[in-house]
């Protein structure tokens, strides 16, 4: 625990410094609270990872178009979220209707 400033030039010190801490403190909450800019670094780098190992297993041509398919989603991700969404939902209703037959 700090001691109590003395005089009026170590108060304004400490006020100082204090408020460098919580600007750092307020950014640091500000980036983690930040979710869209942090699926989107996350799903970013996963792209990535998937567009690499794409390129060493098949050949230029294909690597090539998956990339330019990736371009695309990264400009507009949202519909091809919902289509996967849907995909995944319809995919659920169809085994549970199965697995109740």
Same mark, same amino acid.
């Given at each position: 625990m700090t001691d109590f400033? !003395?005089?009026a030039e170590e108060a304004r010190a400490d006020r100082d410094v204090t408020r460098e801490e919580l600007t750092e403190t307020l950014d640091a909450l500000g980036?983690?609270?930040d979710v869209k800019t942090?699926?989107?670094d996350n799903?970013?780098?996963k792209v990535d990872q998937a567009?690499? !190992?794409i390129s060493e297993k098949v050949s230029e041509p294909a690597?090539?178009?998956f990339r330019q398919g990736t371009e695309i989603v990264r400009d507009n991700p949202l519909p091809i979220f919902v289509g996967v969404f849907a995909l995944l939902v319809t995919i659920r209703?169809?085994?549970r209707k199965r697995s109740s037959s």
């Open positions: 400033p !003395k005089n980036r983690k609270l942090r699926v989107n799903l970013d780098a567009s690499a !190992k690597a090539d178009k209703l169809i085994m």
